[in-house]
């Protein structure tokens, strides 16, 4: 819990549904998207087991410093609390951009929109993974690139993290598939309608 926290997704989801709630799924503070609540113990249980036995897909939007040549496969252990944690993400490259703005030696600044999915589920691996192969989320703080950060809090007033929670799917025992979606942030279009106009 954050300590100048003033809205809580807990509090907000229980008015909205006048019961108890059980967070079964967790995002940073600066990450937008799917959040997963459940009405019950049994049922919270339930998923956090599907969790476990990576029986729950996930996928990310990011918006990364420069130009990711493809798609790929980051496998890079994750130290948290001392204790290193295999972790692995896949990234597939959705698209390129360039701004016409000068960024240290280069006359111009790149970026690429990824979609991220982590095959674990470790302490800020996305962020970590994203910095580990130089193309750190635009707006990550410590993981990410100060300078980036500074050039897009400067010019375009934004301080937010452009990591986003596209969706969740997974299968319910004798149910059908589940796949929940969650559109972007304001301030994420903000963005990519800025990186579109751009050409």
Not at 42 to 56: L, T
Not at 159 to 186: C, D, G, V
């Amino acid at each position: 819990m954050a300590a100048d926290a003033t809205e809580f997704a807990l509090q907000m989801v229980r008015n909205h549904v006048g019961k108890r709630v059980y967070p079964a799924h967790r995002l940073d503070r600066k990450t937008s998207g799917v959040l997963l609540f459940t009405k019950s113990k049994d049922c919270n249980s339930e998923v956090q087991q599907m969790f476990m036995n990576r029986e729950i897909a996930k996928s990310y939007l990011a918006i990364v410093r420069g130009y990711v040549k493809g798609d790929g496969v980051v496998d890079y252990a994750i130290t948290h609390n001392e204790k290193e944690q295999n972790a692995i993400t896949a990234f597939k490259l959705l698209e390129h951009f360039e701004l016409n703005l000068p960024f240290n030696n280069f006359p111009t600044s790149r970026y690429s929109l990824l979609k991220l999915v982590p095959e674990t589920g470790r302490f800020h691996q996305l962020r970590k993974h994203m910095a580990h192969i130089f193309h750190p989320i635009i707006g990550d703080r410590p993981h990410g690139c100060n300078k980036q950060n500074r050039l897009w809090k400067e010019n375009f007033n934004m301080n937010t993290m452009l990591l986003h929670a596209r969706n969740l799917t997974f299968t319910r025992k004798n149910q059908k598939e589940i796949i929940i979606e969650a559109p972007y942030s304001t301030e994420f279009l903000r963005v990519l309608d800025l990186l579109n106009n751009s050409h």
